[in-house]
């Protein structure tokens, strides 16, 4: 981060790629649109540089970033004031046509249903099955105490469930 701060190319080109993909999938996640995200990305980085100097080494440098995209992320929607579906266009990894088209469905299915959820609870889920973040993490993030990143989630999961029972989407 010092060397980031002192203007070393090389330093903030190493951040960018250590985090780029990361944010970027938090963001595609919030958004559910490629373009959106890669918005969000780049305003990211935007803020990232032109705050180094605020940066506070108490807390995580990841932390500081995701929160950063989440905010960014959720600005965007705001602004937008439409929620599209996501076309997932990712490989799955699966062999056969059949589970592949099964596969995707239940993706766009998933990203649709997130959706639905207000933002409070849509950013939780991405931090914590898409970014893979920890309780401990996602309450840094959103300075939030823990308690209530756990209540979150386990609304922001019943109220997914719902709503993918409402499109008639069953789990096997």
Same mark, same amino acid.
């Given at each position: 981060?010092?060397?980031?701060?002192?203007?070393?190319?090389? %330093? /903030?080109?190493?951040?960018? $790629?250590?985090?780029?993909?990361?944010?970027?999938?938090? +963001?595609?996640?919030? #958004?559910?649109? &490629?373009?959106?995200?890669?918005?969000?990305?780049?305003?990211?980085?935007?803020?990232?540089?032109?705050?180094?100097?605020?940066?506070?080494?108490?807390?995580?440098?990841?932390?500081?970033?995701?929160?950063?995209?989440?905010?960014?992320?959720?600005?965007?929607?705001?602004?937008?004031?439409?929620?599209? %579906? /996501?076309?997932?266009?990712? $490989?799955?990894?699966?062999?056969?046509?059949?589970?592949? +088209?099964?596969?995707? #469905?239940?993706? &766009?299915?998933?990203?649709?249903?997130?959706?639905?959820?207000?933002?409070?609870?849509?950013?939780?889920?991405?931090?914590?099955?898409?970014?893979?973040?920890?309780?401990?993490?996602?309450?840094?993030?959103?300075?939030?105490?823990?308690?209530?990143?756990?209540?979150?989630?386990?609304?922001?999961?019943?109220? /997914?469930?719902?709503?993918?029972?409402?499109?008639?989407?069953?789990?096997?």
């Amino acid at each position: 981060m010092e060397r980031c701060r002192n203007g070393d190319r090389r %330093a /903030l080109q190493l951040l960018v $790629e250590r985090y780029q993909r990361p944010v970027f999938n938090a +963001a595609y996640r919030i #958004l559910g649109n &490629r373009d959106d995200a890669a918005d969000a990305t780049q305003v990211t980085f935007l803020k990232v540089f032109e705050h180094l100097d605020s940066y506070d080494a108490k807390y995580k440098l990841f932390s500081w970033i995701y929160r950063i995209v989440v905010n960014e992320s959720i600005d965007q929607l705001k602004r937008k004031h439409q929620l599209q %579906a /996501l076309d997932d266009d990712e $490989e799955a990894g699966i062999d056969g046509p059949e589970e592949l +088209a099964a596969s995707e #469905l239940l993706s &766009r299915q998933v990203q649709a249903g997130l959706m639905e959820l207000s933002d409070e609870y849509r950013v939780v889920m991405v931090l914590r099955h898409f970014s893979e973040c920890s309780y401990e993490q996602i309450a840094e993030v959103l300075k939030i105490p823990e308690k209530t990143v756990k209540s979150r989630i386990y609304t922001a999961r019943q109220q /997914l469930k719902g709503v993918l029972a409402a499109r008639g989407v069953s789990w096997t």
